[in-house]
């Protein structure tokens, strides 16, 4: 028996909330996450009370139980939480609640992330904290405390190792701002950023300026799996799973930074693991959302995704291979985290089941498959091809 969730899962519904600077949420979490499953079952022509599972990552706050009695759903039948990552467990979300479905556990899956940090406090701060362990032992007793100054050590060592220039990390926050602009749902739509202001912008940590970097964001998104061949049943746009993988390379997350392939996004065994399931290559995706934490990442990522050899990155991370609808790869279309809203990057996962559909706002010239990369340089992270029904 072949174990696989190619073309057994569909996305039927996608919603989300309007998406807020930190802190500027006029709702609670668990209301904002409410009002984006309510949109993503008007979006499927679903009853609420027919969702039966529900899937998260992160430590999202909104918990499941408490989710299906505001709902009204009839029972609760699965619910799950992908564990430790923080953003890199987007794509792995979607990929437990699939498996729940092929496993007959859940009939309607609920995949959610909701954000209101002016409730709760910024996610991943570093002040106020009285007690550490794990990697931040390592750490903050130095002065490395915040995400900037962890990841840029990963990504100055790979750009030294393989030659990449700042301009390659620029490229890809130019190729979602480039996007953010025709999307008006995105945080910083109406503002653009050309190659001056990126140059002007201050350091974060180096190689990191400040658009390399991204936006801290209050809202919630939230998508509604099925049974493949319940697709029909809610119209014509079902977006199908083909392929999902999750994990970790040997010791990534060895302390203190020192595993065996520290210059990495972390992709090593997770890359090859979703390819084999789906059946297909990289050359035959058409367009990508990669979570952005930093643009460094993303460079790492693709490489590790097979797009392009490391040494190569220079030359195919220009402007224009990235953006829509002609680019050689577009990449972040509605904006991704930098510049569309940093929803620990479900937002991505939206926005390629958009591609899919052909309703983005920028719509890449193929689209037929499309793949969604979470959380570079995290562990663990995970990874995601969603297609049309003739890719099943």
């Not at 984006?36 to 992160?58: E, Q, T, V």
């Not at 990963?154 to 750009?159: E, G, K, Q, Y």
């Not at 014509?236 to 970790?248: I, K, Q, T, W, Y």
Request: aromatic share 8%; hydrophobic share 40%; proline share 5%.
């Amino acid at each position: 028996m072949t174990r696989s969730l190619k073309g057994q899962v569909a996305i039927v519904g996608i919603g989300e909330t309007p998406y807020y600077r930190h802190g500027k949420s006029p709702d609670s979490e668990f209301k904002l996450a409410l009002k984006a499953i309510l949109a993503a079952c008007a979006d499927a022509g679903i009853d609420p009370r027919d969702i039966d599972g529900f899937a998260s990552y992160g430590d999202d706050r909104s918990e499941a139980s408490r989710l299906a009695a505001a709902l009204g759903t009839r029972r609760l039948r699965s619910s799950t939480m992908q564990w430790g990552g923080g953003g890199g467990g987007c794509c792995a979300a979607v990929a437990n609640g699939s498996a729940a479905i092929v496993a007959g556990l859940a009939d309607c899956v609920v995949v959610f992330r909701s954000l209101a940090q002016g409730e709760h406090g910024r996610f991943g701060r570093t002040t106020g904290i009285n007690t550490i362990s794990g990697e931040k032992a390592w750490l903050m007793p130095y002065g490395v405390l915040a995400p900037p100054q962890r990841f840029a050590m990963r990504v100055r060592r790979f750009m030294h190792e393989h030659g990449v220039r700042q301009e390659a990390l620029r490229a890809v926050a130019m190729a979602s701002y480039h996007h953010a602009q025709s999307n008006p749902r995105a945080v910083m739509y109406g503002k653009p950023l050309d190659v001056e202001k990126y140059e002007s912008s201050r350091w974060i940590a180096e190689p990191f300026h400040l658009f390399d970097c991204c936006m801290e964001n209050d809202g919630a998104a939230a998508l509604i799996l099925v049974p493949a061949e319940r697709a029909r049943e809610f119209g014509d746009n079902a977006a199908f799973v083909l392929g999902a993988a999750a994990g970790s390379d040997h010791r990534f997350a060895a302390a203190p930074h020192n595993g065996p392939a520290y210059a990495s996004a972390n992709f090593g065994t997770v890359a090859p693991d979703l390819f084999r399931m789906a059946d297909i290559d990289p050359g035959d995706i058409g367009v990508v959302q990669s979570y952005e934490n930093f643009t460094g990442g993303v460079v790492m990522a693709l490489a590790e995704h097979g797009f392009f050899a490391p040494e190569n990155a220079n030359d195919f991370l220009t402007l224009d291979n990235l953006i829509a609808p002609d680019g050689r790869l577009p990449l972040n279309t509605s904006g991704g985290n930098l510049a569309e809203c940093y929803m620990h990057g479900f937002e991505l996962v939206l926005e390629a089941v958009r591609q899919v559909r052909g309703t983005s706002c920028n719509q890449a010239r193929r689209n037929d498959v499309a793949l969604v990369i979470g959380g570079p340089m995290v562990s663990p992270v995970s990874s995601l091809l969603l297609g049309s029904e003739a890719t099943r």
